[in-house]
């Protein structure tokens, strides 16, 4: 498993209630901040091509901007239809006020 970190942004571009996208060896990524914890998926939604960063964050359930299927970002699962497929998680922290996200999947 590769245990390469990437700094991908400030905390201080990922609002409470938004996600903030970021590029990652050519890969799309959406960051989270919630509770004073970070997270990070795919940043397309497993329905259609809608981009998750576009989409509504409430509490740890961020919901596609398209047709309202929503996703746990703690673990990439599904919540509702008309999602049928989860989304990919990576593992991110913090170290100081920097993100950092491991793009090896941890689902």
């Known amino acids: 498993m ?6 991908v942004c400030n905390i201080d571009l990922i609002p409470e209630d938004a996600p903030h996208a970021v590029a990652i ?5 959406a960051v989270y901040r919630v509770d004073g914890e970070v997270y990070a998926t795919d940043n397309v939604c497993t ?6 960063c576009d989409g509504y964050l409430e509490g740890h359930e961020i919901e596609c901007p398209l047709h309202q299927g929503r996703f746990d ?3 990439g699962r599904a919540t509702c239809a008309p999602l ?10 913090l170290e100081g006020d920097r993100v950092l996200v491991r793009l090896a999947a941890a689902s």
């Open 25 to 29: 060896d050519g890969r799309e990524i």
């Open 47 to 52: 329905h259609g091509e809608a981009r998750l």
């Open 84 to 93: 049928t497929a989860d989304i990919r998680i990576y593992p991110a922290r």
């Open 73 to 75: 970002v703690r673990t």
């Open 2 to 7: 590769n245990e390469q970190w990437a700094d």
